[in-house]
């Protein structure tokens, strides 16, 4: 049974920064699309960041620049390095894992989330 589990998640104050960790148990990080989403209430959850298995990296326009996603296979976790952190960036953060066969998701899994609160 593939298990995500978040971690980093704190209070910060604008400007700061946090890292996030994911940790992949029960398969290999290496074989999932990695991906850090965000949900703050009253909005949709929004896509952050995401790694590949072949390391192409995308990241959404608001953390362009920002933020930067990495994997460490020997770990067999994500991280999500977040910096000059705003107000914005206020909201619950999840990890996502997907699997491809060709190009279609033949599995899914997602972790708990940690939240993350930016304010002075």
């Known amino acids: 049974q593939v298990q995500l589990v978040e971690s980093g998640g704190d209070l910060a104050q604008p400007g700061g920064s946090l890292r996030l960790s994911c940790v992949v148990s029960?398969?290999?990080?290496?074989?999932?699309?990695m991906g850090w989403y965000r949900q703050s209430p009253g909005k949709e959850r929004e896509k952050v960041a995401e790694i590949t298995p072949g390391d192409a990296t995308y990241y959404a326009a608001s953390v362009k620049g920002r933020f930067i996603i990495s994997r460490d296979n020997g770990r067999n976790a994500v991280y999500l390095q977040m910096n000059r952190l705003e107000p914005a960036d206020t909201a619950l953060y999840s990890c996502?894992?997907?699997?491809?066969?060709?190009?279609?998701?033949?599995?899914?899994?997602w972790g708990q989330g940690t939240q993350v609160t930016v304010s002075s």
């Open positions: 029960g398969s290999e990080v290496s074989a999932y699309r």
């Open positions: 996502n894992a997907v699997k491809f066969h060709s190009i279609k998701p033949v599995e899914s899994y």
